[in-house]
């Protein structure tokens, strides 16, 4: 089983950027995914979830309206689109499914 992130990287305040977290060895179609995220000196808590078919998603309320979860479960992959980012949003982002946690990707967002 692996799930490798993808897309983090440095943005200005209010800019956009989508994570990608692809997976393998496990059936996709069949389990829910979720995002997480770590601050430094800040433990990890759940940005956003989605469940195994897309139709449902449910979100940190510091994400709200900002945050975007999505999947393509012919491409086993689910994404995260950021728009409007906040200084606050600098965080290394994991993706979680099939009890296993991706590497991680550093989304720092600094003008």
């Known amino acids: 089983v692996q799930l490798v992130e993808s897309g983090g990287g440095l943005v200005q305040p209010g800019g956009s950027l989508t994570l990608s977290c692809a997976a393998s060895g496990f059936t996709f179609r069949s389990y829910g995914m979720s995002w997480y995220r770590q601050a430094p000196g800040k433990e990890r808590e759940l940005v956003a979830a989605?469940?195994?078919?897309?139709?449902?998603?449910n979100y940190a309320d510091s994400v709200k309206g900002r945050f975007t979860i999505s999947r393509d479960n012919a491409k086993n992959t689910v994404y995260l689109q950021m728009n409007s980012l906040k200084r606050e949003d600098t965080a290394v982002y994991y993706c979680?499914?099939?009890?296993?946690w991706g590497q991680g990707t550093l989304v720092t967002v600094s003008s």
């Open positions: 989605i469940s195994s078919d897309g139709g449902s998603t």
């Open positions: 979680k499914g099939f009890y296993t």
